[in-house]
């Protein structure tokens, strides 16, 4: 799970381009993994 936590901050820190977008089931898959809901609020606006 670290790894993939690793990946999706990565992406969230870079600037949004296609590769961001490319990447949003990766980072769903990602945040629902972790506890509380601020994290997938957060998400929702990438979609």
Request: proline fraction near 6%.
């Amino acid at each position: 799970m670290e790894n993939t936590v690793w990946r999706a901050a990565s992406l969230l820190l870079a600037y949004p381009d296609q590769r961001l977008y490319d990447q949003r089931p990766m980072l769903r898959a990602a945040v629902a993994e972790l506890p509380g809901g601020v994290a997938r609020s957060c998400l929702d606006g990438l979609y």
